[in-house]
């Protein structure tokens, strides 16, 4: 059984630091096959991607909202994605989704709330 573990999560100030991590299990094939993304969801706005990952050859992609703050990460040995966000802003408040992709196999995690006061 596939499971995407998220954490890591909670309440912030502006300006502050959050580390979110993402455990992974199950999979049918290496870890180290899928691309790992982050992808976040306020209340009343659709699902955005923030961040993604590939293996191969550990090129990323952010979403310019989140460039030169978010930083992400995996280690293959600990089937873990990790997602570092700094300098937080209020709009950064959301649910963070933890996405693992293969070609025909998309899996999601439960999501971990991040808030960020002003």
């Known amino acids: 059984q596939v499971q995407l573990v998220e954490s890591g999560g909670g309440l912030v100030q502006s300006g502050g630091s959050l580390r979110l991590s993402c455990a992974a299990s199950?999979?049918?094939?290496?870890?180290?096959?899928?691309?790992m993304s982050w992808y976040r969801q306020a209340p009343g706005k659709e699902r955005e991607l923030v961040a993604a990952?590939?293996?191969?050859?550990?090129?990323?992609n952010y979403a310019d909202s989140v460039k030169g703050r978010f930083t992400i990460s995996r280690d293959n040995a600990k089937n873990t994605v990790y997602l570092q966000m700094n300098s937080l802003k209020p709009e950064d408040t959301a649910v963070y989704y933890c996405?693992?992709?293969?070609?025909?196999?998309?899996?999601w995690g439960q999501g971990t709330q991040v808030t960020v006061s002003s």
């Open positions: 996405n693992a992709w293969r070609r025909q196999q998309n899996y």
């Open positions: 990952i590939i293996s191969a050859d550990g090129s990323t």
């Open positions: 199950g999979f049918p094939f290496s870890f180290s096959s899928y691309a």
